[in-house]
């Protein structure tokens, strides 16, 4: 049974940071490209972040310069990294494997907010 879940969202102000985590099972891990999206209320979803199994990362030009991405083959996790959160930084961000099937985590809310 494939499974990746998301923790680490909530509430945080503007300008501060948040640490999101995947952790994936069922699967080869090292075998997947794996990327955080992100979908707010009335927007379509859309990539944040990705990283191959080669450790080459892509980000949006929203985030790039604020976030990183990582991952740890060796636990089956990958991380996002969140810095200099933006109002508009609030959605529901999901966690994304690609590889031989395309699998999506149940999603963990962020919420920028004074």
């Known amino acids: 049974q494939v499974q990746l879940v998301e923790s680490g969202g909530g509430p945080v102000q503007p300008g501060g940071s948040l640490r999101l985590s995947c952790a994936a099972s069922?699967?080869?891990?090292?075998?997947?490209?794996m990327g955080w999206y992100r979908q707010a209320p009335g927007k379509r979803r859309e990539l944040v972040a990705g990283?191959?199994?080669?450790?080459?990362?892509n980000y949006a030009d929203s985030v790039k310069g604020r976030f990183t991405i990582s991952r740890d083959s060796a636990k089956n996790m990958v991380y996002l990294q969140m810095n200099s959160l933006k109002f508009e930084d609030t959605a529901v961000y999901y966690c994304?494997?690609?590889?031989?099937?395309?699998?999506w985590g149940q999603g963990t809310q962020v919420t920028v907010s004074s």
């Open positions: 994304r494997g690609i590889g031989q099937n395309d699998y």
């Open positions: 069922g699967i080869i891990f090292s075998l997947y490209f």
């Open positions: 990283i191959s199994n080669g450790d080459s990362t």
